[in-house]
């Protein structure tokens, strides 16, 4: 089965500094899709950003972008000139591009809640 | 807002009891996924329909059941509640036509806090 592991619960960055969240997830397969999700006090899951494992590129959205590092199962996410908006939990998530069962559906770290100070 | 709605928002209830949690997906969407959060267990999956017929399921109790009707809402239905059902509960759509795709994006609802006293 596999696991995602965000081993900060807690992080802080001051406004307008940027921070790097970690997750490193445990799969035996090959191809599958890694998400960051972002939920904010309003407890909406947000999408944030989504890597292909197939893609050697790193993904990039505006100020997020992500370090996806296959061969150490490691997908850490960046975030630039962290804004007071970007206080939320984060939740790294792993999707099988194998579909059976509950293989392809979100399986979630246990996030990392940033806190950005002014 | 992500175009998924979830009713109610919050419900508190008593163990022994039943509810029911519903969700309308966003248009066009015919896939509907059922998470729950809670602090023990973190975010997991528990349930997928698609097209009203279930499609997958996760670490769902068989106390819990749910059900995607012809106009493409869903319901979630908790019975027999005990303290530990207390939990966030998600609906999410996905915008494929197929139901089938992971590259599908889920779209999630503000959720439903449920508390069992």
């Known amino acids: 089965a596999q696991t995602v592991t965000q081993s900060q619960p807690e992080m802080s960055v001051q406004e307008a500094e940027t921070v790097t969240l970690s997750c490193t997830y445990d799969?035996?397969?090959?191809?599958?899709?890694l998400f960051w999700y972002k939920q904010p006090p309003s407890r909406q899951m947000i999408l944030v950003i989504r890597?292909?494992?197939?893609?050697?590129q790193n993904a990039t959205e505006n100020r997020f972008s992500v370090n996806f590092q296959k061969a150490a199962k490691s997908f850490s996410l960046k975030i630039s000139d962290s804004q007071l908006g970007d206080a939320a939990m984060y939740f790294c998530?792993?999707?099988?591009?194998?579909?059976?069962?509950?293989?392809?559906?979100?399986?979630f770290g246990k996030g990392t809640k940033l806190s950005v100070k002014p | 807002d992500s175009g998924v709605t979830q009713t109610p928002k919050h419900l508190i209830t008593a163990t022994g009891q039943r509810v029911t949690l519903r969700c309308s997906p966003r248009?066009?969407?015919?896939?509907v996924y059922w998470y729950q959060q809670s602090l023990d267990q973190g975010l997991q999956f528990l349930i997928q329909?698609?097209?009203?017929?279930?499609?997958a399921k996760g670490n769902i109790l068989e106390r819990f059941s749910a059900q995607q009707f012809p106009d493409l809402h869903s319901e979630l239905n908790l019975s027999s509640l005990e303290l530990g059902d207390s939990a966030l509960y998600f609906c999410?759509?996905?915008?494929?036509?197929?139901?089938?795709?992971?590259?599908?994006?889920?779209?999630f609802g503000p959720g439903t806090r449920l508390l069992v006293l």
């Open positions: 998530a792993y999707r099988s591009a194998y579909y059976g069962g509950s293989q392809g559906n979100l399986i």
């Open positions: 329909y698609y097209n009203g017929e279930e499609r």
């Open positions: 248009s066009g969407d015919l896939s």
């Open positions: 999410a759509s996905s915008e494929g036509p197929s139901g089938t795709d992971p590259r599908e994006t889920q779209y």
């Open positions: 890597q292909e494992a197939y893609k050697q």
């Open positions: 799969t035996s397969e090959s191809d599958y899709y």
